[in-house]
């Protein structure tokens, strides 16, 4: 690699908005210099990287044109709340040991497999709650569940070393996003 390689000074990925602002990919940072070249896309935030010592390379791009995305209703699956939940219990916050899921409300008491009615618990947090509410077992979540908004932002909990800049863009309701509990490693969080 030379010293004008991306991939040698850390993250190289580049978020990809739509025109309205909206995070609709990630992509490398060549696929990104290529849109960007094309007149596709334009840079929205650079991390001061230059490639050949003259191109800055992109954090964040625009695409110039609207895109249409479907809308995609993402899975309940038993991954899917893994990941919105970082993979940390909901009720004391410890990411370590055993994790399994909970239903808030219990199956017995009519509870059903709802995203707003799922969280990670560790082992010990789930056998103290057993088969009662929150209320009845004195306990409380360490946040409120949620259905994520994209498989963009599941994706998001499974990269490290994220440009803060992207945050604004996930964080933003104007962007789509309706919830902060998305836990990304920052180059800040380091």
């Known amino acids: 690699m030379s010293e ?32 960007m070249y094309k007149g596709k ?3 929205v935030k650079f991390n001061g990287t230059l490639i050949n010592g003259k191109l800055r390379l992109p954090e964040i791009i625009k695409l110039t044109k609207y895109v249409p995305i479907p809308y995609l209703e993402i899975v309940l699956t038993r991954k899917n709340i893994y990941l919105r ?32 009615n799922m969280v990670v618990s560790c082992a010990r947090c789930n056998n103290r709650k057993g088969d009662q509410t929150l209320e009845a077992a004195g306990m409380k979540l360490t946040g409120t569940p949620y259905r994520p908004p994209s498989s963009l932002y ?19 309701k104007r962007h789509g996003s309706t919830s902060s509990n998305l836990q990304l490693t920052t180059n800040n969080n380091k």
Request: charged share 20%; aromatic share 10%.
């Open 85 to 116: 939940d970082n993979h940390t219990c909901q009720y004391c916050g410890k990411n370590n040991g055993s994790l399994t899921l909970d239903h808030i409300i219990p199956k017995s008491r009519g509870g059903r497999e709802t995203w707003d």
């Open 41 to 43: 896309a334009s840079g």
């Open 154 to 172: 599941l994706h998001m909990t499974r990269l490290t070393n994220v440009p803060n800049s992207w945050t604004d863009y996930f964080f933003n």
């Open 4 to 35: 004008d390689d991306p991939k040698r000074n850390g993250f190289h990925k580049v978020l990809v908005l739509n025109s309205s602002y909206g995070p609709i990919n990630i992509t490398s940072w060549r696929r990104a210099m290529i849109l």
